[in-house]
Nanobody, 121 residues
Framework: QVQLMESGGGLVQGGGSLRLSCAASGRIFKINDMGWYRQYPGKQRELVATITTGGSPNYDGSVKGRFTISRDDAKNTVYLQMSSLEPEDTAVYYC???????????????WGQGTQVTVSS
């Protein structure tokens, strides 16, 4: 019903920048909070940043001041601008969206397929 398509991952040198995008499509009435998470090999997925419908961001301490989350509701898209990247940022990044598919319905969380970010030292 709802698909999230991520783009923008890749290989970058330490200190460099990348911008991730995630576009939601399908049966969408309203998108509530959106966010980015990352997963290291053998570890659980962890929060990177989230953003509310009003545009209020929340960041994990490890990325605060380096990453910026934003959203474009006209495009059902959330972005993650990553700067001053470090090798420790190497992970698979997933976007998440809390979506209401029709008026009066409960909202559910949807995940993207993940995009690899690799930062070389």
């Amino acid at each position: 019903q709802v698909q999230l398509m991520e783009s923008g991952g890749g290989l970058v040198q330490g200190g460099g920048s990348l911008r991730l995008s995630c576009a939601a499509s399908g049966r969408i009435f309203k998108i509530n909070d959106m966010g980015w998470y990352r997963q290291y090999p053998g570890k659980q997925r962890e929060l990177v940043a989230t953003i509310t419908t009003g545009g209020s961001p929340n960041y994990d301490g490890s990325v605060k001041g380096r990453f910026t989350i934003s959203r474009d509701d006209a495009k059902n898209t959330v972005y993650l601008q990553m700067s001053s990247l470090e090798p420790e940022d190497t992970a698979v990044y997933y976007c998440h969206a809390d979506v209401q598919t029709e008026i009066g319905a409960f909202s559910y969380g949807y995940w993207g397929q993940g995009t690899q970010v690799t930062v070389s030292s």
